[in-house]
């Protein structure tokens, strides 16, 4: 009754994410090698882009906090030189687009989840063809019984 709470992935750190984790090796072998490692290389972008994020967000609150509390108390500024304000305007810019950051995220997780659909296809047809296989075992089985009772009568 409370087998599905109690699994280690009952519960979703993000709403989007329903199965991030490959399932490889003793699934009968329907992961290629290339596969694996490419699902390898997508978390690890998927997890250096949301650091980026994180960051690049982080910085932004930062730096607008610091304009409104620069908009409601103006501290007496001492007089800076040139190349000082260059280099702090160059600072206050993010070099980093958030937005552009989420589009690249959600263009890994799609490709993770293209490649976790292609394995779960794949998946589906190997037990369709064993179940098609035990089919027609079946099948001949009862053709040679039906072979049998037919000489038997004669």
Known sequence: MFQTAFQPNAFQNNAFQINVEPVGGD?????TKEELQRV???HQKIAERQRKL???TK??????KQAF????????????????????????IPSVNTQE???SISYLENQLNNILGAVAYR???????AELKMLEAKRL???????SILILLH
């Open 141 to 147: 089985e009862e053709l040679d019984d039906e072979e």
């Open 59 to 64: 910085d932004a609150n930062a730096s607008r």
């Open 40 to 42: 390898k290389r997508l």
């Open 54 to 56: 994180e960051q690049a």
């Open 27 to 31: 699934d009968g072998g329907h992961w």
């Open 101 to 103: 950051l989420q589009r």
């Open 123 to 129: 998946q589906e047809a190997a037990r369709i063809q």
């Open 69 to 92: 509390k620069d908009q409601i108390d103006p501290v007496a500024k001492v007089k800076q030189s040139k190349v000082q304000s260059k280099q702090e305007v160059e600072a206050d």
